[in-house]
């Protein structure tokens, strides 16, 4: 057993530096394989967190968004529509929402600037207390647990003049309890919100670019007036009604775009049928690519390797010494790609947003401005993203050897010296 | 004892190019010995030493070896055979490039899994032996060709082997390191080794240590006595 432990280190030390010494070939090689795996990982872990993301999402979208559009765009939503909306029939509540993003030049950032409901216009049925739960629909809703609270305040109250932050802009700009934070507004003045406290959370990504702030201070930093709100969410008497609740918003107010929880579902839908047609076309360039790759391995021995292979059989390596050799030169290549290509692919979709996708992605910015991915990997896929790489190809590196076990030891002794 | 009979090899049977490089050769060679064959380019040396050597297998004639018929094993026995019983020095030195001069003396020892440091030390102690344990870390590429001859001949010796085969050893080596190679010879002699030479140069088969010459011609042995 030791002897064999020993045999197999000298040969996997064998085959590293004999994968070394074709340094350019096998790099390119490398390369070229991580490069797949990266592409499929990205592919896996995007599909599968967005849809997790969207079924999370999805489940705490109020039943319906009303936004008022201008020229098609997402405008200011005046607080006279909202008794209107009250008036239709199968309306249940209607809160108003106050939110936005601001950007912080100092550190390159853009915060999710958030009032809490119960700080919010008083139009709609008023939030219990402080330590309040908040749906976050619209900076990527990661909740993952209904029961609990999104985020607590930890005690912490907020007034006018003071700001909540989330963990991540604390560490950014090196912050903390009772700091004053500027901002500028609007109109260039610039506004010293005190820290009141820093947000806990079971998801750093919730919180990290989360501010609270109190309605008068959103107001003031972007010149909001009391007429206006962000958008409204209207909640129905009876989830059948949904649609034509919708309808008859769109009636009574021409200008208000009512976004039904179906409706999201079915961009959600459509874009998933779209990307996910153009993910499936990158995906399985990328397996097509691989195979090729992987065949075109199959197919040969350099002369070189046959020389190679010559000497060692003639210096007494069996057959299946030296098919153990090429084991090993495929699993070193592979699992190395792999688990870069995993890697990259993991800080890709999750910490860079997937920037290399995001050209296919730009249409989400209408929903999701600030688009990123809470991590969630499954390990069945990465099981599936094993075998379909790792396996082929190192069966592929070992199946020319058979061929090679043709290889005559003496014909090392008939190659004339190079 | 290695025992040849009636051996024959044929190349590219059945083909326009078939030749026969061998013709029912009968040849024993005794322990202890030691044995050079002898004879012109292309009559067949190299052929029958990579026989000899479980190597290649004979197209017709049985070999033995110790009494142990071995022609008809199959493949692994011979690899195993090989590598323990044999030290095989070809015409050409036959370095895997890229790796140094130490990894390739090591490259036959590695299947049987022998411990690291003990494996080295031998390594080391059979390049100083040849004067080139200052070349151990170099890569094969940048020796000379009597460097690399040398380092191909302590690459034979690592198994420790009983027999030892070489095929043009001094091809390479300049008159001083001939000698030095035929004191080596002596050496494995007074060991109790089998050697087992082909060569061209009058300095190895008129060396005194040498036991007899083999003349081979057009794939047969030549029976006038050496
Ligand atoms: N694989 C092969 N296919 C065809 N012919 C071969 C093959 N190997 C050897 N031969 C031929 O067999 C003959 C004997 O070759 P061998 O190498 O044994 O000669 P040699 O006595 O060692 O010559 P030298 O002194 O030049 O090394 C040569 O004519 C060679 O061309
Ligand atoms: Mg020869």
């Not at chain 1, 918003?249 to 990307?275: G, H, Q």
């Not at chain 1, 076990?405 to 010296?417: E, K, L, N, Y």
């Not at chain 2, 013709?23 to 010995?33: A, F, G, K, M, Q």
């Not at chain 2, 692994?76 to 019983?85: A, E, G």
Request: glycine share 6%.
């Amino acid at each position: 057993m030791r002897q064999w432990i020993e045999k197999q280190r000298y040969i996997i030390d064998f085959t590293i530096s004999s994968l070394l010494r074709r340094k350019v070939k096998n790099f390119g090689l490398l390369a070229l394989y991580t490069l797949i795996v990266f592409m499929l990982a990205s592919t896996m872990f995007f599909t599968y967190s967005i849809k997790k993301e969207a079924s999370l999402i999805l489940k705490d979208t109020p039943e319906i968004i009303v936004q008022k559009i201008v020229a098609g765009r997402h405008d200011l939503f005046p607080v006279s529509y909202i008794d209107t909306l009250k008036k239709i029939r199968g309306v249940a509540a209607v809160e108003s929402r106050l939110w936005g993003y601001y950007y912080d030049g100092l550190v390159s950032a853009n915060y999710t600037l958030l009032v809490p409901p119960a700080n919010g216009d008083t139009s709609g049925k008023s939030r219990p207390s402080a330590k309040t739960t908040v749906v976050v629909s619209e900076s990527g809703g990661q909740q993952a647990d209904k029961s609990k609270p999104l985020f607590e305040l930890g005690g912490a109250v907020l007034e006018p003049g003071t700001l909540i932050t989330g963990n991540g802009i604390a560490r950014l700009r090196d912050i903390g309890k009772d700091d004053y934070m500027p901002f500028r507004a609007f109109d260039g003045s610039v506004l010293n919100l005190r820290i009141a406290g820093a947000l806990s959370s079971q998801s750093e990504l919730v919180s990290s670019d989360l501010l609270l702030i109190t309605a008068e201070d959103f107001r003031k930093l972007f010149g909001i007036d009391n007429r206006y709100v962000t958008d409204v969410t209207v909640a129905v008497n009876n989830p059948s009604e949904v649609e034509m609740v919708a309808s008859k918003i769109r009636k009574a107010l021409p200008e208000a775009r009512p976004i039904s929880r179906v409706e999201i579902l079915r961009t959600y839908d459509s874009i998933f049928n779209w990307r996910g047609g153009m993910m499936i076309v990158i995906f399985s360039a990328a397996v097509l690519a691989f195979v090729i790759f992987a065949w075109d391995k199959a197919s040969g021995l350099s002369a070189g390797e046959r020389r190679e292979i010559g000497i060692l059989k003639a210096v007494g390596w069996e057959t299946s010494d030296v098919i153990q050799m090429k084991f090993w030169e495929g699993a070193v290549v592979s699992l190395t790609a792999f688990f870069t290509g995993v890697i990259l692919a993991y800080v890709h979709v999750f910490f860079t947003g997937s920037i290399v996708f995001e050209p296919a992605l730009k249409g989400w910015s209408s929903l999701y401005p600030n688009f990123e991915l809470t991590p969630f990997v499954n390990l069945e896929q990465l099981t599936t993203l094993f075998f379909l790489t790792v396996v082929p190809y190192t069966v592929a590196t070992i199946v020319p050897i058979w061929r090679a076990a043709t290889i005559d030891p003496d014909s090392a002794m008939r190659f004339t010296g190079e | 004892m290695i025992e040849l009979m009636n051996v024959k090899k044929v190349f590219n049977a059945g083909n326009p190019s078939e030749f026969p490089a061998l013709n029912s050769v009968n040849l024993t060679i005794e322990e202890n010995r030691v044995t050079v064959l002898k004879g012109p380019s292309g009559s067949g040396k190299t052929t029958l030493l990579s026989i000899v050597a479980c190597m290649s297998r004979p197209s017709a004639g049985r070999v033995k070896l110790k009494g142990r018929e071995i022609t008809s094993l199959p493949e692994r026995f011979l690899t195993d055979i090989r590598r323990k019983t044999f030290g095989f020095i070809f015409q050409q030195p036959n370095l895997i490039k890229g790796i140094s001069v130490l990894d390739n003396v090591m490259l036959p020892a590695y299947p049987l899994g022998e411990q690291r440091l003990h494996l080295k030390v031998k390594a080391m102690k059979g390049l100083a032996e040849l004067n080139i344990a200052n070349k151990a870390a170099s890569k094969v590429e940048w020796l000379s060709g009597g460097e690399a001859q040398r380092a191909s001949i302590v690459r034979a010796l690592i198994n420790d082997p009983h027999i030892i085969i070489a095929d043009e050893p001094t091809a390479h080596l300049d008159t001083k390191l001939s000698y030095r190679f035929m004191e080596i010879i002596e050496k494995f002699k007074a060991e109790g080794k089998t050697v087992i030479i082909t060569s061209h140069d009058p300095l190895v088969f008129e060396s005194s240590m040498v036991d007899r010459v083999v003349n081979l011609r057009d794939g047969r042995i030549e029976d006038k006595p050496a």
